[in-house]
């Protein structure tokens, strides 16, 4: 087995969605499950702006934060995990997790943004599912508790 990692086959076979989009917020590369996760091609992502993927009512915090990252290279992002909501090609919400990294150019200015994206619709929704029933639970013995009284 060569010693040489292989990051192109590492990109297109990992199944974290990775997005890297530069300066302005283009899209520079789509890996294949970025196409499974948000359902666009990497001919429909190339080139186009993040706004792609982010609802509209998150886009001005994500480019006020994506500018202050571009403006400081600093983010706190890259260990803890940001979770957002965003958006399918077919128009339903996904909620996504993920960290980045900055890319930077050889005299240390930030060149682009890279997005490690895992989909977590599903444990949202068994998140918001089982605090509900918890909160009806609580409800319930709070309400039999005040009638034994």
């Known amino acids: 087995m060569s010693s040489t990692l292989d990051l192109k086959q590492l990109v297109e ?84 997790a993920f960290t980045v990294a900055l890319l930077h150019t050889p005299d240390n200015k930030v060149a682009a943004i890279v997005a490690v994206i895992r989909d977590e619709s599903s444990r949202f929704a068994e998140d918001r599912a089982l605090r509900k029933r918890l909160t009806e639970l609580e409800a319930k013995l709070a309400t039999q508790t005040a009638e034994s009284s």
């Open 13 to 96: 076979a990992i199944g974290d969605a990775i997005v890297i989009s530069d300066a302005k917020g283009a899209i520079t590369l789509w890996n294949p499950a970025a196409e499974r996760m948000f359902g666009f091609t990497r001919e429909d992502a190339l080139g186009k702006s993040l706004d792609l993927i982010i609802p509209e009512r998150q886009r001005q915090r994500h480019w006020d934060g994506y500018q202050k990252t571009m403006d400081t290279g600093v983010t706190r992002y890259g260990n803890d995990v940001l979770r957002v909501p965003a958006v399918h090609k077919d128009g339903h919400t996904l909620s996504i």
